[in-house]
C-alpha cells in the first residue's frame, strides 16, 4: 500500500496545527460561528443531529492492520466505542467531543491518516474495487490510478471552492463492484483498439434529490493524459456549475441541462488547451506509484492442500460462509475473504473497537496485514491462504463478523437516518433491525438468493436507494415516517434506476410489504433466476398488484390529492 513520503506527511501535521489553533479561537470565541463552520467542514468535522460528527478519509479503501487499530483506538479514547463505515469507504465517528477532534486528528496522522476533503465543496475521497489487485476479473489494479488522483486533488487550489462536492470512483475490473456510473466523474480500465490500457470516461453520475446514471464522454483515454483530462472536467464545472441554488449545483444538472454532446465538446476544447502541458503522466510517474501496490509473497503452492475440502465436507456452518462470504483470487491457493458488518447485533456498517482490533489481528496473521473496506459497508481480507480460511471463519465468528449474508437481504447498506444525521427525515437503523428481525432464517435468505436492499433517510441518498434491487427512501408525512419502495435498481454493469412501487408505506409495514415483494418473486422467478433478473423480466406491475390492490391505490391517491 501507499507509504506517506516527507510531502505527504509535512501536510497532515500542518493541517492538524492549524486546526487545533483553529479550534482553540473557536472555543475562545475569537472566530464566529460561521467563520469556523468552513474550517471544520475542511477537516471532515460535521455537527449533527446530537454530537459533532467526524469522518475520516480511508483512501480507496485501503487500510493497514496499523491504521485499523488507530481507528478502534479513536473509538475507545474519544467515542463510545464503535465506528461507522460507509459507502465511500471511510468511516465516521458519531460522538466525539469537539475540543478533542485535533487529538483525533493528530493521532491519525501519526499513522499516515488524516480527514481531509471528507466533507465541503472539493474533490472527496477517491473510491474505487475492494477486490483490486486481486480479481479474476481484473484489466488492471486501480489503486495507483487513484493514489495518483488522490495526490493531485489534495488541496487543489482551484477545486477546493467548488459549486458542490465531488466524488470519483475507478474500477479496473471488467464486472463493476465500485458503483462508477453514480460518480461526478467514474473511470473505467478498458483496453484500447491498439491493445494498450486507457481509461473509459462518465462524467455527471450522481445521485440525491435528481438521480443520473453517468454518460461516457470519451470511450478512451491515454494514461498519460488522465491528470490533463479530469482537469479539463473541472474546470467547465467550476466555470458552468451553478452556485445560485445548492440542489443543482452538483455536475450531474450541468451535463444535463447542457447535454452531453456540449458538455462533452467544452471539454475536449479546455483539454487540448492543457493536454500538453505540466500535467501530462509520464509513464515513470506511474511506474513510482504502481511499486508501492506490488503484490506479496504469495506461496507457489498454497493451492496443495486437502484441509479446505475437508472441512467444506464436514462443516456445514462454514460450508455456507465460505459460499457467501469468501471469493474467488486471482492467485491459486488464495482466496478474498468478506468480514460481515452486518450482524442482527448492530447497525449495518458499524464495527465496535474490539472488533477492530480482532479484525487487526486477523488481518495481520492471515492477509499481510491489509484490510479493505467495501461500498456496500463491509470490509476485506483480500489474500488468505485457503488453508487458513477455517482458522479465519472461527477467528471471525468468535467477534460475530462472520454472518453468511454477503449479497444477501440482510446485507443492507443503511445510512445514519434520523438516528443521527441532521438531514434526515426518518429513520434508517431501526428499518434495518426490523428486516433483520423478520428475515432470520438463513435457509430462507439463501434460497432467495442475491438481493441488494439499499436505504437512505433522506433524499440526499446516502444509502443509495435509488440503486437498490429493492431501494427504501425514508419520508415525512405530517411528522410521520414513512418509506418509499424502488424497485429494479443497480450500481453495476449496466446501471440503472429503480422504478417507485406505489405509495409510500408505513414504518411498521416495511418488513411486511418486503415480504409480499419476495412472495412475488418466488412465484414469478424462473430456474436460477436471479431477483433483479426476474424483475427485468416482467416488469413491476406483478408487484404493483400484489402490494397495493388497485382499489387501495386509488383511494390512497384521491385521499393524496384531496390534501
Not at 8 to 15: A, G
Not at 29 to 50: A, K, T
Not at 253 to 266: C, P
Not at 449 to 468: D, L, Y
Request: some cysteine; hydrophobic content about 35%.
Amino acid at each position: 500500500m501507499y507509504q506517506y513520503d516527507q510531502y505527504d506527511q509535512t501536510i497532515v501535521d500542518e493541517r492538524v496545527a492549524q486546526f487545533r489553533d483553529q479550534t482553540q479561537r473557536y472555543l475562545k470565541g475569537e472566530l464566529s460561528e460561521d467563520e469556523y463552520r468552513v474550517l471544520r467542514l475542511m477537516n471532515g468535522l460535521y455537527v449533527q443531529r446530537h454530537a459533532p460528527m467526524l469522518r475520516v478519509a480511508i483512501p480507496y479503501g485501503l487500510l493497514s492492520s496499523e491504521q485499523l487499530r488507530m481507528l478502534a483506538l479513536i473509538a475507545r479514547k474519544y467515542d463510545k466505542n464503535y465506528g461507522h463505515f460507509s459507502t465511500r469507504q471511510n468511516i465516521q465517528y458519531n460522538w466525539p467531543k469537539l475540543e478533542t477532534v485535533p487529538d483525533i486528528l493528530a493521532d491519525l496522522a501519526s499513522v499516515q491518516m488524516h480527514a481531509i476533503q471528507t466533507s465541503g465543496n472539493c474533490i472527496r475521497n477517491t473510491s474505487s474495487d475492494h477486490l483490486a489487485g486481486v480479481a479474476k476479473d481484473e484489466i488492471e489494479d486501480p489503486r495507483p490510478y487513484c493514489e495518483i488522483i488522490r495526490q493531485w486533488s489534495t488541496l487543489h487550489p482551484e477545486f477546493s471552492f467548488l459549486p458542490r462536492k465531488f466524488k470519483i470512483a475507478v474500477s479496473g475490473a471488467r464486472n463493476d463492484r465500485a458503483a462508477v456510473s453514480v460518480h461526478d466523474i467514474g473511470l473505467y480500465l478498458v483496453e484500447g483498439a491498439n491493445g494498450n490500457v486507457g481509461f473509459r470516461v462518465l462524467a455527471g453520475g450522481g445521485l440525491g434529490r435528481t438521480p443520473y446514471i453517468g454518460t461516457v464522454i470519451r470511450e478512451y483515454l491515454d494514461k498519460k493524459d488522465l491528470l490533463s483530462y479530469l482537469e479539463a472536467i473541472l474546470h467547465v464545472y467550476n466555470r458552468f456549475g451553478r452556485r445560485d441554488n445548492i440542489y443543482k449545483a452538483r455536475i450531474k444538472i450541468l451535463v444535463n441541462s447542457l447535454g452531453a454532446e456540449k458538455f462533452t465538446k467544452l471539454v475536449e476544447e479546455e483539454w487540448q488547451r492543457l493536454r500538453e502541458g505540466a500535467l501530462l503522466l509520464e509513464q515513470k510517474e506511474i511506474d513510482r506509484v504502481r511499486a508501492y501496490f506490488q503484490a506479496p509473497e504469495y506461496e507457489d503452492n498454497a493451492h496443495h492442500d486437502d484441509s479446505f475440502a475437508e472441512k467444506l465436507e464436514t462443516n456445514k456452518d462454514f460450508a455456507a460462509w465460505v459460499k457467501r462470504n469468501v471469493h474467488d483470487h486471482k492467485m491459486p491457493g488464495y482466496r478474498a475473504v468478506f468480514v460481515s458488518l452486518k450482524s442482527r447485533n448492530l447497525a449495518p456498517g458499524d464495527a465496535t473497537d474490539e472488533q477492530m482490533d480482532a479484525i487487526a489481528d486477523i488481518a495481520e496473521k492471515f492477509s499481510f496485514s491489509q484490510i479493505v473496506v467495501t461500498h456496500d459497508q463491509n470490509l476485506v481480507l483480500n489474500n488468505v491462504k485457503q488453508a487458513d480460511l477455517f482458522m479465519v471463519w472461527q477467528a471471525l465468528s468468535a467477534e460475530d463478523l462472520a454472518t453468511p449474508n454477503i449479497g444477501l437481504l440482510t446485507d443492507m447498506i443503511c445510512c445514519p437516518g434520523l438516528d443521527f444525521c441532521s438531514l434526515a427525515n426518518a429513520g434508517s437503523i431501526p428499518i434495518a433491525k426490523q428486516i433483520n428481525d423478520k428475515f432470520d432464517d438463513m435457509d430462507y435468505l439463501h434460497d432467495i438468493g442475491e438481493i441488494k436492499v439499499k436505504m437512505s433517510g433522506c433524499m440526499n441518498a446516502c444509502g443509495h436507494h435509488h440503486v437498490g434491487h429493492i431501494g427504501i427512501l425514508g419520508v415525512s408525512k405530517k411528522g410521520e415516517e414513512y418509506y418509499q419502495l424502488t424497485l429494479g435498481g443497480t450500481a453495476e454493469n449496466e446501471a440503472s434506476l429503480g422504478d417507485r412501487l406505489g405509495p409510500a408505506v408505513e414504518k411498521s409495514k416495511v418488513a411486511d410489504t418486503i415480504g409480499k415483494i419476495l412472495n412475488v418473486y418466488i412465484e414469478l422467478r424462473q430456474e436460477d433466476e436471479k431477483f433483479l433478473e426476474t424483475y427485468k423480466r416482467v416488469g413491476i406491475e406483478p408487484f404493483k398488484d400484489h402490494i397495493y390492490p388497485k382499489k387501495q391505490v386509488k383511494e390512497k391517491e384521491l385521499a393524496h390529492a384531496s390534501h
